[in-house]
């Protein structure tokens, strides 16, 4: 039991500092922190695996009843954070006499978890992994071989690469694939991530360095590839839109030193019932550090990548976020309390 909540607790400090990291990213910190934070999205992708796998390790999974669950999980408090947002920030334009600024597409498009206002579209990410988990979730149980499973999830993401490697002109200048870059393509290394993320927690430490090592690798040769193609260092963030090899690898290599870390040298009771409430409630503190955001914006203007002024962004940004969750937890609990 106790090996199990020191499972569980790991990937509480994993989801949790994906989720500050996925924040930081958008208060405009400074190149270099961009660039050291840029394995968020594929870190909670691969922390989502881990539960799932750890969840269903003895269990079955009824895919109605999963599907039902997670997609209201996903969709329901996106569109109603939505509708505050809307909402409240329509009144605030009236009475302050400003004008609107959102657009009737923006609106729609935020609701549909496309771009909109921007920040949802990892929402979609998970939904679309929430999609697949059932059957790579059968997919993990049915091949119980570690090196054809590793075979098979590199032979599809090698086709996928051809793919995008077609498609996608490897230059900084260049623009998104549009919904193709958006919404299609991104499915397969997601999914690739995912399939890698259920088995993370069989893997072993020794194993663990080992594919870190040979993704960094991966990451170091493609970055020299890339400085003498460009003629410029390539941050991983302009092949993030749909992921490349150059952006996953730098993500594995990140996503196994952090776990490994966590892991193997945290300690075990240090801010854990913080880390665990952040994690627990991660999608509700994702979701109003985007109108924190749009309140900075709104009071201080831009913080144009100065690290100080990024800093106290993040500052600001983070302890409101989780300040209105815990308010909003507790004004539910105690309506509740009283419909009792």
Not at 42 to 69: G, W
Not at 164 to 193: C, H, Q, R, S, W
Request: proline share 5%; glycine share 4%; with cysteine.
């Amino acid at each position: 039991m106790n090996q199990l909540k020191d499972r569980d607790f790991t990937l509480d400090i994993l989801r949790s500092c994906g989720l500050f990291l996925i924040i930081l990213a958008h208060c405009e910190p400074p190149k270099f922190l961009y660039q050291l934070r840029d394995f968020d999205v594929p870190l909670m992708v691969i922390v989502s695996a881990a539960t799932f796998a750890m969840i269903y390790q003895y269990n079955t999974i009824d895919y109605k009843i999963f599907y039902i669950k997670r997609i209201k999980q996903l969709i329901l408090p996106a569109w109603y954070f939505l509708t505050f947002f809307f909402g409240s920030i329509f009144i605030g334009s009236y009475i302050f006499k400003t004008s609107y600024p959102f657009s009737f597409p923006e609106i729609i498009s935020s609701y549909s978890l496309y771009s909109g206002i921007g920040y949802v579209w990892i929402l979609r990410i998970f939904l679309f992994i929430a999609l697949l988990t059932p059957p790579l979730l059968l997919f993990k149980k049915t091949i119980t071989n570690n090196f054809l499973y590793a075979a098979i999830v590199l032979i599809i993401y090698t086709a996928y690469e051809l793919i995008a490697a077609y498609l996608y002109n490897i230059d900084p200048t260049d623009k998104e694939l549009g919904i193709l870059g958006n919404v299609f393509l991104p499915i397969i290394p997601y999914a690739a991530l995912y399939a890698y993320g259920l088995r993370l927690e069989e893997m072993s430490n020794k194993l663990l360095l080992t594919i870190s090592f040979i993704s960094l690798i991966i990451f170091v040769f493609l970055g020299f590839y890339y400085y003498f193609d460009a003629n410029e260092i390539v941050p991983t963030e302009y092949l993030k839109y749909p992921p490349r090899l150059y952006y996953i690898s730098y993500a594995i290599f990140a996503t196994n030193i952090v776990y490994l870390l966590a892991k193997n040298f945290y300690p075990k009771n240090f801010l854990k019932p913080f880390l665990s409430w952040v994690s627990a409630n991660s999608l509700w503190i994702y979701l109003w550090h985007i109108y924190a955001i749009f309140i900075w914006g709104l009071s201080f203007g831009p913080a144009d990548k100065i690290l100080t002024l990024s800093l106290s962004k993040y500052l600001f940004v983070c302890i409101a976020a989780v300040l209105i969750t815990r308010l909003q937890i507790y004004t539910i609990s105690k309506i509740k309390s009283y419909q009792a």
